[in-house]
């Protein structure tokens, strides 16, 4: 028990805190700045859209009036099934830019493959149908393709306040960012784990079509130009705005799918694990990707032995009695999660946590029974039934 309940407080501050100070050192000592240069090479905007009426003509409107050279930029819909109003918005654009792509509902992956197939850019971006591009977001992008070895950037996404969300939205903007300040330490030790889906670019002849459609899309190709050698870096100048889900359950419910699908994309990319040829990349993809998913595990065994351990000393009895303030703290986190005292950070950091980590298991749980996430249901703040 005594083993067990080390081993777990270790391995806790080594996720949370020491796995950072790692990135930090590495970064320190490789200094793998990117040399960037104003460049506007082809660019194919890609976007998947499944249902898309309530907000795919405002993300069309915002990609016209990116700043970019007009003849130098493609955008795509790929509409996997949409059965609402979606294709005809789009179709009804009379700009040459925009494109409209009419597929049968097969799977996000299967709609971004068939995407790819009639991009034209040298450039393909990804984007989700209700990011809002700062106007020089592909500006941005494309400065970092000046050097020859960055295969992939991934933008910088900044989730925009809701007056009705709950708790649970300050939980997920206080993660963000923690998150992209640990992608620029990670681009300085030559490259960041993944992408996130609003807003990212790779080089198109460094795309491989997807075959597995229960993974998650933007780490599965984002992570291909690393497989290829490549370096896929984080440009915070590059910016999307999304809003953040409104409720908790409809958030918890997004994790599980995401960290679902999370776990069956490390699978595909297992090849990324092997430190000897892929070297510090492979032991951040497993602590970020494998040691803090199995968080949960390591919780349940801190909890189950600081209780056993509590007639051994006083120091046991100190860490089970935190952790049940905690958990209590959470418990009333949810319970306020509406009201304007949940908003208090001292109780939405505590339950937040535990919603992610909750998720996280459930999706462990999904994995083991062999459950497979195909088709793709987008989670807006509006209905896009």
Request: with cysteine; glycine share 6%.
């Amino acid at each position: 028990m005594r083993l067990a309940f080390w081993l777990s407080i270790f391995l806790l501050i080594y996720v949370y805190g020491g796995f950072s100070v790692l990135v930090i050192i590495v970064g320190r000592l490789r200094q793998r700045h990117v040399r960037k240069q104003e460049i506007t090479p082809t660019m194919s905007l890609i976007i998947a859209a499944y249902n898309e009426e309530e907000s795919i003509a405002a993300r069309i409107d915002n990609a016209l009036k990116l700043d970019y050279p007009a003849e130098a930029l493609q955008i795509i819909v790929a509409s996997d099934g949409s059965d609402d109003s979606t294709n005809s918005i789009v179709a009804g654009y009379a700009d040459s830019r925009v494109q409209l792509l009419e597929l049968p509902r097969r799977g996000k992956i299967h709609a971004l493959n068939d995407a790819v197939k009639h991009a034209t850019g040298e450039i393909l971006v990804f984007s989700d149908a209700n990011s809002m591009y700062d106007a020089q977001a592909l500006r941005m992008l494309s400065r970092n393709f000046a050097e020859a070895q960055v295969g992939g950037v991934a933008g910088n996404t900044i989730y925009t306040k809701l007056s009705k969300s709950d708790s649970s939205s300050q939980g997920e903007d206080l993660y963000w960012s923690y998150d992209k300040w640990l992608k620029e330490m990670e681009s300085l030790t030559g490259s960041i784990i993944s992408a996130h889906g609003a807003i990212y670019a790779i080089r198109r002849e460094l795309y491989r079509p997807i075959s597995d459609s229960a993974v998650t899309d933007d780490f599965a190709i984002s992570t291909l130009v690393i497989e290829q050698g490549y370096r896929l870096v984080f440009e915070s100048e590059a910016r999307a705005y999304e809003p953040p889900l409104p409720a908790a359950e409809r958030e918890f419910r997004r994790k599980v799918r995401l960290m679902t699908r999370g776990f069956r994309s490390v699978l595909l990319r297992k090849a990324l694990l092997n430190p000897f040829r892929y070297g510090f990349y492979s032991l951040e993809l497993f602590t970020h990707k494998v040691l803090r998913r199995l968080v949960p595990c390591i919780l349940f065994v801190l909890f189950v032995s600081s209780v056993a351990l509590q007639s051994s000393g006083m120091i046991y009895v100190a860490a089970a009695a935190g952790q049940m303030i905690f958990y209590l703290l959470a418990g009333f986190g949810y319970v306020l999660r509406g009201q304007k005292l949940g908003k208090l950070k001292f109780l939405y950091i505590p339950f937040f946590y535990c919603l992610a980590n909750f998720a996280a298991f459930v999706a462990m749980i999904k994995v083991l029974q062999g459950h497979q996430i195909e088709r793709w249901q987008p989670q807006r703040t509006v209905s896009s039934a």
